[in-house]
């Protein structure tokens, strides 16, 4: 394994870099100040709109699709490190480059699955950063961490299915340029094999029956960066049959090729989270006294700082291995460190952030630093695309089979 950056993926760091230090940064009070004083907080912010067309022209654009026809062609190694330099900047850094999820999962299945006519309805649109999307998937009524469990019927009538459920914490769903609902339900509730029974299927926002009901709140705040998070109720809603996507009873697998890919994507950026709470410890600790000396040279501090670094670089090796196996032998052959970042990265990153928080005080829960924004996406990670628990369900049932 080398993890060396190649020449190509060292230009586009440098590009990044600098792309991050000139435009994002600087702008992300901006954009926080111009969704406080929208009408609508969901829609995009006049800045996220130029710094997308920044991105676009420097060439920054759709880098996480490795598909060349659609996307940048970068493999997985190589697309890493920049993940992890937009993680930084968690919701404006991915946003401006078109690289944010739900997206990116929805594009990648989109170009793995859909036909020819679904791809310039959808992708197409999607690619060119025009529309938004969202994948609906989790449900209040079940434990969803189970997919088997999705209880949204997607039933046949003549040319149509119907589509009838609720699904909840639907991320970018409030966002009026989400225009497409990729929707995971079951088309035969009582088959025989419970991973047949599901199917995914697109269906319009403005389709009849749909209703972007309100949206979820995270831990009491409602998120709104990029169209927050939705309780969406499909009463009834029609749409052709030609708007499945891959086969009848293929929802499961579909789920599960979309799910790999990002969770990388969260764990790359969530390195980059982590590393931008390392600096703002370092600059704080700094530039703090306390008891007569710099926090700096506090015992307890420099244990924060130390224990931070250490966790970052076993987390990124892990993360490139990771990476590196995918592009080698597929996703499949990754699966087991598929599953061990993503039960790792938020762990230790939730850690890190939460001793950044405590070295900055009062300061570090409040809206003048980015930490608690920060933690609480962290946090939201430990749930999102398969809680810990399933993970460790899974990883531990296929350590124990060497034994069996």
């Known amino acids: ?38 009408a609508d907080p969901w829609k995009k912010t006049p800045i996220l709109a130029e710094l997308q067309e920044e991105a676009r022209k420097q060439g920054l654009w759709n880098l996480f699709l ?13 697309y890493a490190p920049l993940a992890e330099i937009t993680g930084r900047s968690p919701h404006l850094g991915p946003a401006a480059l078109n690289c ?7 594009m990648e299945l989109l170009t793995q699955f859909a036909t020819e006519e ?37 039933e046949r009538d003549g040319d149509d299915y119907v589509i009838t459920g609720k699904k909840f914490y639907i991320s970018g769903a409030m966002n009026p340029d989400c225009k497409i609902f990729i929707v ?38 409602v998120d709104e960066s990029e169209g927050g998070h939705a309780e969406v109720v499909f009463d009834g809603a029609r749409v052709p049959a030609s708007n499945i996507v891959g086969e009848v009873g293929g929802g499961f697998a579909i789920a599960q090729a979309r799910l790999g890919p990002g969770r990388i994507h969260h764990c790359m950026r969530l390195i980059g989270m982590a590393e931008r709470a390392i600096e ?9 006294t306390a008891f007569g000396k710099p926090l700096a040279q506090q015992g307890v501090v420099q244990q924060w700082i130390a224990d931070a670094r250490v966790q ?20 499949r052959g990754a699966h087991t460190e598929i599953q061990a970042i993503k039960i790792a990265t938020p762990r230790a990153v939730l850690e890190i952030v939460d001793s950044a ?48």
């Open 184 to 221: 995971m339900g079951k088309t035969d509730p009582h088959g025989e094999d419970i991973r047949r029974q599901q199917s995914m299927i697109l269906v319009p926002r403005d389709t009849p029956g749909v209703e972007v009901r309100r949206p979820m709140q995270v831990f009491g705040f």
């Open 118 to 154: 679904q791809k310039k309805q959808w992708l197409e649109p999607l690619l060119a950063g025009e529309i938004r999307s969202a994948f609906a998937m989790t449900e209040p009524e079940v434990a969803s961490s189970d997919a088997t469990n999705i209880g949204t019927l997607i």
């Open 280 to 288: 703002l410890m370092c600059r704080r600790a700094m530039g703090r």
């Open 312 to 331: 970052v670089e076993q987390l990124r090796l892990l993360v490139l291995k990771t990476a590196w196996l995918m592009d080698t032998v597929g996703n």
């Open 1 to 38: 394994m080398d993890f060396a950056y190649d020449a190509r993926t060292e230009e586009l760091r440098k590009q990044l870099l600098a792309f991050m230090d000139e435009h994002v940064y600087p702008n992300e009070e901006t954009a926080v100040r111009q969704r406080a004083e929208a």
């Open 100 to 106: 944010a999820a739900p997206d990116t999962g929805n």
């Open 66 to 78: 490795p598909d060349e026809r659609y996307g940048a062609g970068l493999t997985n190694l190589q």
């Open 357 to 404: 928080i405590q070295l900055h005080g009062a300061g570090g829960v409040s809206q003048d630093y980015p930490l608690a924004e920060l933690w609480a996406a962290a946090r939201a990670l430990r749930l999102a695309d398969g809680p810990d628990e399933v993970h460790q369900r899974s990883l531990a049932r296929r350590e124990l089979k060497q034994y069996a």
